[in-house]
């Protein structure tokens, strides 16, 4: 896989001025490709919004997990683009997430931490999807062993497609309704 030609496609999208893509190693030896993107309008882009767009153009293996939104890239004195302020940047951007909304129990508070463990992002909502958090099918399989490990309910894979948040997720293994 090329960064060059993410980059590249990413740039083609309209509302894009300048991007940069890193394939950032988890925690559990895998490899996350982040978008730092800079915008040349100030339209509102999100995730979604950019898998979208993107996915018409690049086999979903490609098409970036977490995208930095910045208002432009950080420059070396040499002037070249500076990638370990940009890991800096989304770190704080991570720290800075506030939750849409908390956990109302136990399990759910247990499923945030396996989340924010595994998609190493603080600050997750019951409401947020978790693949719109930048979650895959590999990373699931850990997920979904992790689940099984504290519910000592097995889950079918499919579940996560139907209750991609923490709080649908908790009633799926609540009421035993896959």
Known sequence: MELQEIEYRINQIPEICQSVVLAIETAQSDKKLVAFVVPSTDSDLDREYMWHRLKSFLPATMVPSEFVFLPKLPLTA??????????????????????KALPENNLQRQLISIWERLLEIQGIGIDDNYFDLGGHSLLALQLFTDIERLTEIRLPFATLFKAPTIRELGYAVDTHTY
């Open 78 to 99: 040499n002037g070249k683009i500076d990638r370990k302020a940009l890991l800096t940047t989304r770190r704080e951007q991570s720290d800075h997430r506030t939750p």
